[in-house]
Structure formats: structure tokens, C-alpha cells
């Protein structure tokens, strides 16, 4: 509920309340005996009187401190200037988000008026907090130090601090006693946290996120073996961290996300329930421990999916989703007797530039089907800028087959950036040929933003060369796939738009055809 419905409701109860009013005065106006009618009309007054202090519909406090925390932080603070209820709930409001964007009711408010208006929105709500999220930007460190002590007290849930400083050091005096025990959730972003070895236990911390923080493997290990309770752990571009070390002690980790820290080397993992994986990066040595319970696995790097092949099976062999992500694959996919039992759910992406490798065979991936069983959507993106395969449009027409294997559970396929590669073919035919539960096949000859038909959006420009070969795969899946489509299936090929495509093109050079950029 916004600010105008909330003020049109209060309107409305207020024209309810006038009119009410009169028809008390009338009552009372209309009695015949003068004196009594007199005492009535006092009697009347001193009801309405009260009936129009009241401010808002006479509902239990509660609801309108709930619909009160569900306004946006602006509306909810100038809602509590309409009335004493909504000003009490405003002061024990126990969720605040405070950044630029929120606060600035002007566009050329001044940096100290903002730091004010912080400043003395926490001191009102000292002790109540329980969600805490402060994006800040050039903000004075000594401010940020005096807020962490007003705000972050006993009781506190959640916090979220980006103060956009690389060198300000978050205190660790913050992280008290109190605090340790309520706080489930703590984000920092953009600062230097240094915790020390002797930082107590952190009894209820059961998810951390660090976003480009300067910390060491050391200090975030010394961390770690305080907070037992511990389910997720995020890190993103701490540069810091050379080798991280997991301890066993967490044993209620269950996701771990490492994304863009490019120096670290080494992930050592001794947690026992690790159920979820997300690691982008040059790593050179991963070390997982107990893998059995690892459901969801999702991994960047070179040469990926011709690992996962071979070597997750045996040391994963619970894995529900698998998603890949190659920028380089040189080595064929390997056709391998071990199975993934349990998957469900592969996304694989080879797309890349330039220096695609030609001798790269797509239809090897086969080998992914074969392996398994109850897998029941497979997404691939095989985006080249330049297409090396050999063609199927005036090359060889002859299509290998690999012998029958009914996949019984495969019902979604899509492909994108499909193009006129022989093994592509190949790969879309034999799914036809044995997938018998597919309901679908979509063949996306392009990649990105498409318009899909809207006249205020256009699709992304492509280069020449990318159009011709769209437009040859159409030719490719008229000849070679349309005719192997079931009737249970329905096939979908995305082709150039009509519209967007047929304006000035993008050169190799990165210009537009006939125009310069």
C-alpha cells in the first residue's frame, strides 16, 4: 500500500467521520426538552470531537503496523508525520534499507544532509533493528564506525554494509557478544575486514557474503571455525585469498559460491554436507572431501566439460543439475561406460570466440545422454562468431549414427546458436530418433535480445557473416530435421528477425554496414 491509497483511506474515513458528526447534531437538535437538548448537543459535540482526533480507521494496531512494513521506506516515513499510530510504528520499524536512491527526495541534496538523515533515522531506531542494509558511497568512516554502533545491537538478524571504501576496515567490535548470538545473515561488500582469532563464536550466522572484501584465507578460515551453523558462503572478487581452507567443523554447509577470485589457488573443503557448488576461475587444485550429498554442481573453466565427463561420475555420482561453462574445449567429448544416475538438469556452454577449436566434434555429446538416465532437460549454447565445422549445406550429406538408446526422460531440449555443423545435425537428429518422451526442440540459430515482434525493442546487431550462416541453418534444418520431427514433439526454430535483421549489419570490423559506428 503506497502513500495515496493510504492518504485517500484516510480521507474517506474522515468524510465518514463529518458525516456522522451532523447526524449526531441533528439528534440531538430535534428534542423537545431545550435543556436536555442542550446537555445532548455538549454530550454530541465531546463524541465527534473525538471521533475526529481519530486519524485513522479504528483497526487493531498490529495491521497497521504490518501494512505500515510493507510501504516503501520514503512512503512509510512520511506516513508516520500522519499519525501518532504509524509514528510509534516507524520508530520500532525493524527492517531498513538506507542508500542514496532512498533517501534523496531531491536530486541536488547535499552529501552532509544525507549523512544527517542516516544519522538520526538509526539513533531513533537503536535496539529495534532486525534487518539492516546500508549501500553507501563516500561516506566518512567515522560515521560508518558510530551507525555500526548504533545500529548493529543485540537482536539484529541481518546486515548488509557496502561502504564503497577498499581500505575502510569494518570493526570487529561490532560482531559482540549479543550480536553474535541473533545475527543469520551478514553481507559486506566493497571494504577491509581483518576478524581476529579472538572473535567468539557466532552462534546463529547461518549465511555470509563477501563481495570484493580484503581478507586473507587465514583470517576468513580463523572466521569460519567460529560460525558452526554456517549454510551458505558466497565469495566474489576477494583478491585476497590465496588458498581457502573449508574446516570440517561446518558441517550444516551445504552451498558454496566462489566467483572472480583470481588469485586463489587452492579450495581445500573438509565440510562433510556439501550439497551445491558454484566456482568460476583459474583453480588449480580443488579438493572437495565427502562429495556424495553434492546435488548441484555448476563450473567455469577451460576444457570443462570433457572433465566433468570423465571424472565426475565416480566422484560425484549424486548429482541432480550439472551446469558447464567452456570457453575453450579442444578434446572431444569421451564415450565412457560411467553413468550419472540421479542427473536431471545439463546445461552445457561452449560458446566462444574466434579461436574455437574446428576439430572439436559436437556430436560426442552424445556421451552426456548416454550417461544419463533420467535426465530431463538439456540446454546447450554452441555460439561461434566464426563457424569452422564442416557444413552440411555443400559438404558431405552423409549423417553418422550412433546405435539405438532410448532415453525415456528427456522431454526439453534447446539449443542455441545452433548453426549448419555436421555434428549439430547429427546431435539434433539422434535426439529425435530416441528421445521418446520429448515434448520439445528449440533451435535458436542466433544468440542474445531478440525484439520478439515488439516495435520498441530491436534485437541485438549481428555481424555478416553470423546472418548468412542463421540463414543457411534454416536451409539445413529444412533438409535434414524437419522431416525426423514426431508429431508429439514440437519443434521451434528461432530465426533472423525480419525486421531487425534486414537493416545495416555489423561488419567483421565491429562497423556497421554502410555506416560508420
Known amino acids: 500500500m503506497g ?24 439528534q440531538h437538535a430535534s428534542s423537545v426538552n431545550k435543556r436536555k437538548g442542550l446537555l445532548c448537543q455538549q454530550d454530541g459535540d465531546s463524541r465527534a470531537a473525538k471521533i475526529m482526533r481519530c486519524s485513522i480507521p479504528e483497526l487493531p494496531e498490529d495491521i497497521w503496523r504490518h501494512i505500515h512494513y510493507l510501504m516503501p521506506l520514503r512512503d512509510a516515513a512520511r506516513a508516520a508525520c500522519l499519525s501518532r499510530a504509524f509514528l510509534r ?11 542514496w536512491d532512498v ?25 529495534c533493528l532486525k534487518v539492516l542494509d546500508l549501500n553507501l558511497e563516500d561516506i566518512s568512516c567515522r560515521y560508518l564506525d558510530n551507525w555500526l554502533d548504533d545500529a548493529v545491537t543485540p537482536g539484529i538478524e541481518e546486515l548488509t554494509l557496502t561502504p564503497y571504501r577498499r581500505k575502510y576496515n ?92 583470481w588469485r586463489l589457488q587452492v579450495i581445500e573443503s573438509k565440510a562433510p554436507n556439501l550439497s551445491s557448488f558454484f566456482l ?9 572431501g565427502e562429495t556424495l550429498h553434492m546435488k548441484n554442481l555448476t563450473m567455469h573453466r577451460k576444457n570443462v566439460v570433457c572433465y566433468a565427463r570423465a571424472e565426475l561420475p565416480c566422484v560425484m555420482p549424486n548429482l541432480e543439475t550439472l551446469v558447464l561453462n567452456s570457453g575453450e574445449e579442444v578434446v572431444s567429448t569421451p564415450m565412457l561406460s560411467s553413468k550419472f544416475f540421479y542427473l536431471k538438469h545439463l546445461s552445457i556452454d561452449i560458446s566462444s570466440a574466434l579461436s574455437f577449436s574446428s576439430s572439436y566434434d559436437y556430436f ?21 562468431q566464426l563457424m569452422k565445422h564442416e557444413s552440411v549445406v555443400g559438404g558431405s550429406s552423409h549423417l553418422r549414427q550412433m546405435p539405438e538408446h532410448q532415453h525415456c526422460c528427456l522431454k526439453s531440449v534447446t539449443i542455441t546458436g545452433f548453426s549448419s555443423a555436421k555434428g549439430l545435425v547429427e546431435l539434433a537428429c539422434y535426439i529425435l530418433s530416441n528421445a521418446v518422451s520429448l515434448e520439445c526442440l528449440t533451435l535458436d540459430t542466433l544468440y542474445g535480445f531478440r525484439c520478439l515482434g515488439k516495435k520498441d525493442t530491436t534485437c541485438i546487431p549481428m555481424r555478416d557473416s553470423i546472418l548468412r550462416e542463421a540463414r543457411r541453418t534454416v536451409t539445413a534444418i529444412r533438409a535434414y530435421i524437419e522431416d ?12 533472423p528477425c525480419s525486421r531487425c535483421h534486414a537493416r545495416p549489419r555489423l561488419s567483421e570490423s565491429g562497423s556497421y554496414l554502410g555506416f560508420s559506428v
Not at 502513500?3 to 467521520?17: S, W
Not at 560426442?364 to 561461434?384: G, H, M
Open 3 to 26: 502513500l495515496l491509497a493510504l492518504q485517500r483511506l484516510i480521507t474517506l474515513q474522515r468524510d465518514r467521520q463529518r458525516r456522522r458528526l451532523k447526524q449526531i447534531r441533528g
Open 484 to 495: 525426423k520431427v514426431p508429431p508429439t514433439v514440437q519443434l521451434t526454430v528461432l530465426k
Open 280 to 288: 568460476t576461475g583459474k583453480i588449480s587444485k580443488v579438493l572437495l
Open 103 to 127: 533517501l534523496s527526495s531531491e536530486t541536488h541534496t547535499h552529501r552532509g544532509s544525507f549523512s544527517y538523515k542516516i544519522d538520526r533515522i538509526l539513533r531513533n531506531h537503536s535496539g
Open 170 to 261: 569494518v570493526p570487529c567490535s561490532f560482531l559482540s557478544d549479543g550480536v553474535r548470538n541473533s545475527i543469520q545473515h551478514l553481507e559486506l561488500g566493497i571494504c577491509t575486514f581483518h576478524p581476529t582469532a579472538e572473535l567468539g563464536p557466532l552462534r546463529s550466522l547461518t549465511s555470509l557474503c563477501l563481495c570484493t572484501v580484503r581478507i586473507t584465507g587465514d583470517e576468513l578460515e580463523s572466521f569460519l571455525s567460529n560460525a558452526l551453523a554456517l549454510e551458505q558462503l558466497e565469495l566474489f572478487d576477494c583478491r585476497e585469498i590465496v588458498c581457502l581452507k573449508i574446516p570440517c567443523v561446518l558441517r550444516q554447509l551445504g552451498y558454496l559460491k566462489i566467483v572472480g577470485c
Open 89 to 99: 510504528s516507524w520508530r520500532c520499524c525493524p527492517n531498513l534499507t538506507l542508500n
Open 364 to 384: 560426442s555429446l552424445v556421451s552426456f545422454l548416454d550417461a544419463s538416465p533420467c535426465l530431463e532437460t538439456l540446454i546447450l549454447n554452441v555460439t561461434q
